[in-house]
Each structure stands twice: as C-alpha cells, then as structure tokens.
C-alpha cells in the first residue's frame, strides 16, 4: 500500500517579508488565534567566524546579552518576560547565534523593547567581561573536561578539520578567552550584532501591520554597522585515515566513526539527513538494532549529521558495554556502511527513514515558535528562505539511487576519523 503525502496547509510556511533600511531582515508569521508570540533573533554568526587565538567569543556574547544595558539592568531581561509569563534561552553554534523568546502575545512591545535596548546599548565593560568568562570557564569545565561526551568531541573536530576553523571548539579554548579585550569585544559586536546581519522572525497572534509599523519605529534608528568578513580556510582534501585516543576516569568506552561531508547547502546533504535516520534513528535503525539488541557490542548508538554553512560531519556515536573492545564495535559498523555505499539503502528502510523525518518536521512546525525556529535557522544554514521552505520536498526528492551516491561518496575509510575515549 502507497502511503499517502503528508502535506502542508497553503501558506504554512510564506511569512510577511519585510526589509529596514539599516538592513534588517523581518520575517512574519501571524496567527491571528493564537495567545501567544514567539519572537526570535538569528545572527549570522557562531565559532566559523573567530580567529585563532580569540575563540569563544560568539559563545561568550550569548552570555553577554543577559548582562544588561541601558534601560534594563543585569538579569532584568529575563525576569521581565518571566513577570509576563514568559520565557527567554539562546544557543551559539558553528554558523549562529539566536535568541528566542516566547511570551502572551500582549507582552510583545516588551520583547520589542528589551531586545532593542541590547542591541543599541549592551552593558560591556571589563567587569562584565570578567564575569562571564569566570561562567564561560565554569561551563567549559562541566561540559568538555568533566564530560567524555565533550571531550571526544572537542578531538574530533580538531581531526576532522585541520584548516577551517570548526577545528575549534563553539565554547573557546580557555586561554583564548583570559586574552579578550574589551575593545576587541565592542569591535566584534559592532559587526556581529548590527541589523544588516540579523533576521527576526515572530510568530503567533498580532496584527502585523501594527507589528511592521512598530518593528520599523523601534529598530530603524539602529545603525547597519561594518560587514562581518567571512572565514578564510578552505579545507584541504583528507589523505588517509586519521585516530585519537582520549583517556578519562569512565568506567566504559566511548568511541566515535566520523566523516566529513557536504555542506548543508549542497544536495547531497539531503541523503546524509536520510543515511543518518536508516542508521540511528529508533530501534528498527540499522545499528541500533544490530549493535545494541542483536549483538550486545554497544549499550547506546547515536548517529549525527548536523547542517553547517561550511563542511559538515557524519557522526557515529557508541558507547561500548564493559569488555567489549573498541575494534569489535568499529569492525561492526563498517558492514553497514560498505553495504549503503554499495548497493544503497534497501527501500523500506529510506521509506522508513523519510516517514520519520517528515513527522520530526511536521511536529516542528505545528507550533508557531517551531516554524519561525525552522525556516529561521533553515535559511541561514540553507542560504535562502526558498531553500528554507523546501525543506519537506528536499526529503521526498531522496531516492535509494541518490543516497547510494552520498553514502559512497562519504563512507571512506580512507576519509575516517575515529576517536577513542578508555578508562
């Protein structure tokens, strides 16, 4: 039996478009029923666009923002959405930063308010500097040197890219972040944070004239500000296998099989979404069922391949259960993977992944902060808001023949990286 086409309603995803003069990029989606507003803010900007020797400063800045400005004081952002019954986060990536609110659609002038005054006026000065890197260290220390999860990370991405700079980790490398200035600071946010390299997207329930009128008054004195250079370092072809080893006090092995792959923009990418989904997604995926349930060789597998701008990673995750040697668990996977690469997915299986991907998306997009967060970061990372609004018809034009094609072309030994975490 066919399945049928899971389809979107008209209009879903074609937000009100919308353009300042300073270069801010508006993007509107009203839902007229809805109590509430989300209102998110991508810049284009995350670790890609540091230097050497001055990492961490796009994750430092997420931490920046909270610390005051002007018109609000420390921590006052967050406990005037709260007051409204809302909620405020953020995250830095390789290629974005954004922060995202969510609050009763009557607290949007507030949300309005507060991310202006941030953006016109942020509180940086060597106090608040010094502050913030002592929680930035903090977090470093609980998340990569406590953490084998984030130490096998931070070696595999330094395998993985030996020029670009995702060879660094998002979070900074701890003396990079002791040597920043508070100039160099006031420099990287007059061009990281200006309006020409910001989109905001909300959603939810207001009218968006009003909201267009508004958005207009409030940002449109904001300056445009100096372009922010975009990162040198093409990645030079991978000549062979490449291995780590990373000791920690763990009781068991972890281990990881990686590759580096496309960018998110490149068609291929699309396969790698459905390859890594027929690997790893669920317990009917094919390593989690022979790995974990069938032959005991790992207690956990997980499989990644997230979107970058520049080149990505295929991740395989394992965590090995006790007497169980990392060779066992790497020479069971590579079947897998030399079977995809040559002869492709069986068609169930891509069927099964592609019912999979559609629902995660669907689910996405059922609510108003998870349609803006899609087609928001989609765009960035995807290089148009068309291309962000293609993102179902990218996982049906997958076929068995094309994911064979991405499989063969990324699954080589001769381009692994494998990290191995022991007690």
Same mark, same amino acid.
């Given at each position: ?27 509107? /989606? ?23 020797? $001055? ?51 009557? @607290? ?20 608040? /500097? ?25 070696? /595999? ?9 995702? $060879? ?34 909300? @959603? ?17 004195? /904001? ?165 962000? $609004? ?5 996982? $049906? ?27």
């Amino acid at each position: 039996m066919t399945r049928a086409a899971l389809d979107l309603p008209a209009g879903l995803l074609s937000p009100i478009e919308a353009r300042l003069d300073n270069g801010l990029a508006v993007r509107l /989606l009203p839902d007229p029923g809805s109590p509430l507003v989300a209102y998110q803010t991508f810049f284009r900007v995350g670790s890609r666009n540091e230097l050497l020797g $001055r990492t961490g400063l796009a994750h430092l800045f997420e931490h920046l923002m909270f610390n005051g400005a002007a018109r609000y004081g420390p921590r006052e952002f967050d406990r005037l959405i709260e007051s409204r019954g809302g909620r405020s986060n953020a995250y830095t990536s390789w290629d974005v930063t954004a922060y995202h609110e969510e609050a009763p659609a009557d @607290a949007l002038d507030l949300l309005v308010d507060l991310e202006v005054d941030r953006l016109s006026a942020l509180r940086l000065t060597d106090e608040s /500097l010094a502050s913030e890197r002592e929680v930035v260290k903090e977090e470093r220390r609980q998340s990569v040197e406590d953490s084998v999860q984030g130490l096998i990370d931070e070696e /595999l991405q330094s395998l993985l890219f030996k020029s670009h700079p995702y $060879r660094w980790p998002i979070i900074g490398w701890p003396g990079d972040l002791e040597r920043l200035s508070i100039e160099y600071l006031r420099a990287f946010f007059a061009a990281a944070y200006a309006p020409s390299n910001a989109a905001l997207w909300i @959603a939810g329930g207001f009218d968006p004239d009003a909201v267009l009128a508004m958005i207009g008054r409030a940002y449109g004195p /904001l300056p445009r500000g100096p372009a922010l250079a975009e990162p040198a370092g093409d990645e030079p072809p991978q000549r062979g296998e490449r291995r780590a080893e990373v000791r920690h006090p763990v009781q068991t092995v972890s281990m990881v099989i990686a590759f580096r792959a496309p960018p998110a923009r490149d068609p291929s990418s699309a396969d790698l979404d459905a390859l890594q989904a027929i690997l790893g997604f669920g317990d009917g995926s094919l390593l989690v069922r022979d790995l974990v349930h069938h032959r005991g060789l790992a207690t956990e597998v997980d499989v990644d391949f997230a979107w970058r701008i520049g080149p990505g990673a295929f991740v395989v995750w394992l965590e090995l259960p006790p007497g169980v040697r990392p060779e066992q668990a790497e020479a069971a996977v590579w079947p897998h993977l030399s079977r995809l690469a040559d002869r492709g997915p069986e068609p169930s299986h891509l069927a099964r992944a592609k019912s999979q991907m559609e629902v995660a998306l669907l689910r996405e997009l059922s609510t108003g902060a998870g349609r803006a967060h899609a087609l928001g970061s989609g765009e960035i990372l995807l290089g148009s808001l068309d291309a962000a $609004r293609g993102i179902l018809e990218r996982i $049906r034009r997958v076929t068995p023949r094309s994911a064979k094609a991405a499989a063969a072309a990324t699954f080589r030994r001769d381009a692994a990286c494998v990290v191995v975490a022991r007690p």
